[in-house]
């Protein structure tokens, strides 16, 4: 085993290692990283400089603000009112209360941009409801927590800011327009799956619908549902960087949760600003500590240790796209969502691309996957938030929750090998050339 063989080894047993030793996943990465350079003599300072660098970045201000945004919005009266919304848009259908969950997580996706917000915010209404109306409390669990996956690609997504970040500056605004129909295409899948199932179970519609009834609604819902245009209409029109809009919208956001809803009041906002800095903390740590580990990667040629290996697979591009989602799905089991696209995307996008894959299209497959990944043991936290609110044992809500993971996993393969779901409106405003998204032969 020569010298470089031997680094990559230290680098990545160490890191596993101190995984499966359930030790903080910033501490195994930097360790990691340290023992690596340590073990070719060279100098511990460039660990540090990494560190620094990985956080200097403008793009990654916008990090802070949507995490401040998604919180207040999160905890300032919303919920119920994008619960009603959805139940006059879906709650007419059989197994409607399953319905309304669903689409009013890609409501609220758009405004907290969390999976783990969604749930336990809509979560703690949901889910009691639905046991209320006759639902089995673990399939409403599994609705719930499924669904709440729609929050990470619907925008305004800080893990969207951060993969674009990681991805060499790659544009926040093209992510932001890319996530809108594979968001829709997910929320279709899980309502499919949930109307086969509450057919088979024989659960109840709700009231007929009524335009009226959404009219009225949606007039509650605007303040809310606004502050995602002031995101995506602000980037995409070039008026404000992502950075900026993301800041109007806290402003915004603090607003529309203290004056208009009033479900917050100053102490909760204060209270809601310390759950931001300890949310944040783990983020910035996770970016700075992945910034050395990714230097030791591209040091060591990694990236093109894995294109070899992948290759020496298949050359077939279906079939590497298929071992891509594969490897991501396995790393969403063990790691969080921010460590999987800092430590993946630089080894992994230059093979997607080689296949014909968009950057833009990768990066919501990579999210997807990751997404997925917040559902799986033993890592899954939105998993764990779902069965603590329902107050049922983790392994009863993974086996209620299999069906919607088949549903996933069809939403994430049309997403990967149709790529107009994720490229269609980016193309549409300019941000994505007209022949990309060329795998096996797709357009």
């Known amino acids: 085993m020569d010298a470089n063989s031997a680094a990559i080894m230290v680098l990545l047993l160490s890191f596993f290692i101190m995984i499966l030793l359930r030790f903080p996943i910033a501490y195994s990465v930097a360790l990691s990283a340290i023992f690596c350079l340590a073990y070719q003599g060279k100098d511990l300072a460039a660990v540090c400089q990494q560190m620094v660098k990985g956080i200097s970045s403008f793009s990654l201000m916008a990090v802070p603000f949507f995490i401040t945004m998604g919180v207040l919005m999160g905890t300032g009266g919303i919920s119920e009112k994008l619960l009603n919304l959805a139940d006059a848009c879906v709650g007419w259908m059989t197994g409607g209360l399953a319905m309304v969950n669903i689409v009013a997580s890609y409501f609220f996706g758009g405004i907290s941009g969390s999976a783990a917000a969604d749930t336990a915010s809509l979560g703690s209404l949901e889910i009691p409801m639905m046991v209320n109306r006759g639902y089995d409390v673990d399939f409403s669990t599994a609705v719930t927590i499924s669904s709440s996956v729609e929050g990470v690609l619907v925008p305004p997504s800080h893990n969207m800011v951060i993969y674009a970040t990681t991805a060499g500056g790659l544009s926040v605004g093209s992510l932001f327009l890319a996530g809108y129909l594979p968001g829709a295409v997910l929320a279709g899948c899980l309502m499919v799956g949930s109307y086969i199932i509450s057919k088979k179970r024989h659960y109840p519609k709700g009231k007929a619908f009524s335009l009226r009834f959404f009219l009225k609604e949606l007039g509650v819902s605007i303040w809310a549902l606004a502050s995602i245009l002031i995101v995506v209409v602000g980037v995409v ?35 809601c600003l310390d759950d931001c800095v300890n949310t944040l903390a783990i983020v910035l740590i996770l970016i700075a500590t992945s910034s050395a580990f990714g230097y030791c990667l591209t040091t060591l040629h990694v990236p093109d240790l894995a294109a070899q290996l992948i290759r020496g697979v298949s050359d077939n591009p279906v079939v590497i796209a298929i071992l891509l989602n594969i490897i991501l799905l396995l790393l969403g089991c063990i790691m969080d969502m921010a460590p999987i696209i800092l430590i993946s995307t630089p080894i992994l996008l230059p093979i997607a691309r080689s296949i014909g894959l968009d950057p833009v299209q990768y990066g919501i497959i990579v999210v997807l996957n990751c997404g997925i990944g917040l559902l799986t043991p033993p890592v899954g936290a939105v998993l764990f938030i779902g069965s603590a609110i329902a107050k049922r044992p983790m392994e009863k809500v993974v086996v209620a929750t299999l069906p919607f993971y088949v549903m996933m996993v069809l939403a994430l393969l049309i997403i990967t090998f149709v790529p107009g779901v994720a490229l269609f409106i980016p193309k549409l405003f300019g941000y994505v050339p007209q022949g990309a998204g060329v795998l096996a032969g797709l357009g």
Request: proline residues 0%.
């Open 237 to 271: 029109s070039g008026l404000v960087t992502a950075t900026e809009s993301a800041a109007i919208a806290v402003i915004y956001s603090l607003i529309v949760s203290v004056y208009i809803y009033k479900g917050l009041n100053w102490k909760g906002v204060w209270k």
